[in-house]
């Protein structure tokens, strides 16, 4: 079955503070070493390959304070060359630049096909009025916004910044053609909350990132209801195996039809992604 993961880090430990270095160190040992070196590319298409993997979503990760430009850049970079990652751009409100402004850099110079909020981790909320114009921004273009919910990392995260899905209640209505990310589904303690809002907005969407995958059908009851708008993601290196979060999904009492969106349709339809011809097996 095709696979496309919507939450896959390739972060180094000279861009990324320590805490977040300690998680995938203790779940994923094999990759802390590079991961606290450097990764090339070629590597991560490599692994890709093993776990039967198509396209992967590479993420910013700004918890180290440095600002978005030095991640973005890295990102935009490191997934240049290849239709098999997909860049992902941040933008804050830290920098002096406008966050509209940063918004079409990062789509129109940069390449990202996506852009993601870390609320919880730069202090600030997503309905912030000073990001309206971005969001403005990525809706035009026809670019999804992905937030972070549900419980964070590192330590001293204040999830009152986004944590709650409801958050985004408000962006939502006023963006009805900007498609919002809801990634971890507000795991663990904010499920309910992120299926209400799939209720209520056809244009968000729920990535299964942090949620260990034999817990779907007890935390979200009415996922086949919502089929079109789940998303398979990894979060890897937070996990050692792709492909064992990828067999777990396939064995979920779902229709065949619904374990193919997760892992493929709905991200493909979302992001425009054609599926490869002679892909490798894992």
Known sequence: MRVIDLHFYVGTGHRCLPPVM??????????????????????????????????????????????????????????????RLIPFCTISLNDRD??????????????????????PYTHFYPADSRLLPAYEVASAFGIPFM????????????VSHGGNPLLLD???????RLD?????????????DSERMLYRHKNCFVDTSGIPPRQLTAVFPHLERFRDRFLFGSGWPAVASIAEQVRMIEELPFSSDTIEAILWENGSHLLGVEPRTNRKAG
Not at 42 to 70: F, M, N, R, W
Not at 180 to 192: D, F, N, R, V
């Open 22 to 83: 300690s998680y995938p160190a203790k779940t994923n040992p094999e990759y802390a070493g590079p991961m606290s070196e450097e990764i090339a590319p070629d590597a991560v298409i490599e692994y890709l390959d093993s776990q039967a993997v198509d396209a992967a979503v590479v993420l910013p990760d700004c918890a180290s304070g440095t600002g978005d430009k030095p991640m973005n850049d890295f990102i935009s970079g490191f997934c240049n060359g290849t239709d």
């Open 98 to 119: 406008d966050p509209a402004g940063r918004a079409e850099h990062c789509i129109r110079d940069l390449g990202c096909r996506g852009l993601n909020l870390l609320t």
């Open 147 to 158: 937030f972070r919910t549900g419980t964070c990392s590192p330590e001293g995260s204040p």
């Open 170 to 176: 408000d962006l939502a209505k006023t963006f009805p």
């Open 180 to 192: 919002i990310i809801m990634s971890h589904g507000g795991y663990p303690m904010w499920c309910a």
